[in-house]
T-cell receptor
């Protein structure tokens, strides 16, 4: 079974430029998550999708961040314009069960450096 | 505010040692607690704990949850260099039902 796929793995951009990250979850997983992980910290949830619906985007900075999951499968996370403080690893995860407790499977992440 | 504290922050041991990693939490609407291992890439799932006092084991790793005292421990026996990683504790709950990650414990196992 293929795992969660993310691209690109690394991205270096100048501040004020736009950037987009792509994620393809494990086949059959209806729940998809985007996390941000700063160095030395645990992942922090940005947005959670149940199929096409964003059910929790309370931590997404909506002035510059946007996300979509149009067909309920793969997803794109965009930052426009990027700021120096956005440098971090962006992780995508998916899970197959909804409910109070479940396992999440993470992709390898995209390491973003904003210069 | 939900809080997760892991200790120690970092730990250096020799191969063959036994280590205990701690996780204390204050999380509203607590449902379960998950442990992840993170090497230089994605966190990989280790355990999910939902009931107090029931130990979960996988090879040399084991974990237990105490819902009364609000903590969990992860034990690794006979450590190997391949156990070197950051171990993340993540209670599931909070106002929006999500994983709330601690900052992790960095374990280094020396040969």
């Amino acid at each position: 079974e293929a795992g969660v796929v993310q691209s690109p793995r690394y991205k270096i951009i100048e501040k004020k430029q736009p950037v987009a990250f792509w994620c393809n979850p494990i086949s059959g997983h209806n729940t998809l998550y985007w996390y941000l992980q700063n160095l030395g910290q645990g992942p922090e949830l940005l947005i959670r999708y149940e199929n096409e619906e964003a059910v929790d985007d309370s931590q997404l900075p909506k002035d510059r961040f946007s996300a979509e999951r149009l067909k309920g499968v793969d997803s794109t996370l965009k930052i426009q314009p990027a700021e120096l403080g956005d440098s971090a690893v962006y992780l995508c995860a998916s899970s197959s069960r909804t409910g109070p407790s479940y396992e999440q499977y993470f992709g390898p992440g995209t390491r973003l450096t904003v210069t | 505010e939900d809080k997760v504290v892991q200790s120690p922050l970092s730990l250096v041991v020799h191969e063959g040692d036994t280590v205990t990693l701690n996780c204390s939490y204050e999380v509203t609407n607590f449902r379960s607690l998950l442990w992840y291992k993170q090497e230089k890439k994605a966190p990989t799932f280790l355990f999910m704990l939902t009931s107090s006092g029931i130990e979960k084991k996988s090879g040399r790793l084991s974990s237990i949850l105490d819902k009364k005292e609000l903590f969990s421990i992860l034990n690794i026996t006979a450590t190997q260099t391949g156990d070197s990683a950051v171990y993340l504790c993540a209670p599931y709950g909070g106002a929006t039902n999500k994983l709330i990650f601690g900052t992790g414990t960095l374990l280094a196992v020396q040969p």
